[in-house]
């Protein structure tokens, strides 16, 4: 089955600074990634996904790329701010393919004042 | 609200108790999930259930059973738990099984 990887488990960042979260996959065949934040006490929800027929989506301040080669993507938050305070977590499936998304172990997210 | 709603939002049992956790969603979603999510485990996935069948348990203690009476529904029936069973548990649904989670606000479970 799918493994899903990610790095780091903590990270600290000044605010107005950036942020990467990175995440690597094992099952070639997957092609759908999407990122959850959670914020304290609160249901994860989906800020952003990608399909592996692209490889870089934006929205606002957050972004994602994916590196099919390398089985890899990331999560770029720019222009940090106290709110992006969160647990973010990285997932993988293959999309339709009737098989479970397999989420990252997390990454606790604290934006420093 | 999201969706998906849990019930209750806090539970707070006994060893020898029986408790039940109830998840409802309203998306018209045909796959449904439990995950355990504690400090040492982020999210654990417990269960999946598509179109009312139950398609994986990942070895979870038989003092765990769920039952997903229809696509709208899951329970999670808890009995003779452990304090380590203490966690947040989170429902979600989705319309297939491989996007699109919408996940509950979850139980969070205390076991004394």
Redesign the interface.
């Given at each position: 089955g799918e493994n899903v990887e990610q790095h780091p488990s903590t990270l600290s960042v000044q605010e107005g600074d950036s942020a990467v979260i990175k995440c690597t996959y094992s099952d070639s065949a997957s092609n759908?990634f999407?990122w959850?934040k959670q914020e304290l006490g609160?249901?994860?929800?989906?800020i952003i996904?990608i399909r592996s027929n692209v490889g870089e989506k934006k929205d606002q301040r957050i972004a994602v790329t994916l590196n099919k080669t390398a089985k890899h993507f990331s999560l770029h938050i720019t222009e940090t701010q106290p709110e992006d305070s969160a647990?973010y977590?990285c997932a993988a499936?293959?999309?339709?393919?009737?098989?479970?998304?397999t989420?990252g172990?997390?990454t606790r997210l604290t934006i420093i004042p | 609200e999201t969706g998906v709603t849990q019930t209750p939002r806090h539970l707070v049992m006994g060893m020898t108790n029986k408790k039940s956790l109830k998840c409802e969603q309203h998306l018209g979603h045909n796959a449904m999930y439990w995950y355990k999510q504690s400090a040492k485990k982020p999210l654990e996935l417990m269960f999946v259930y598509s179109l009312e069948e139950r398609v994986e348990n990942n070895s979870v203690p038989s003092r765990f059973s769920p039952e997903c009476p229809n696509s709208s529904h899951l329970f999670l029936h808890l009995h003779t738990l452990q304090p380590e069973d203490s966690a947040l548990y989170l429902c979600a649904s989705s319309q297939d099984r491989g996007t699109g989670y919408t996940f509950g606000s979850g139980t969070r479970l205390t076991v004394v």
């Open positions: 759908y999407p959850y609160k249901r994860p929800q989906l996904d647990v977590f499936s293959k999309a339709f393919g009737n098989e479970k998304l989420f172990t997390g | -």
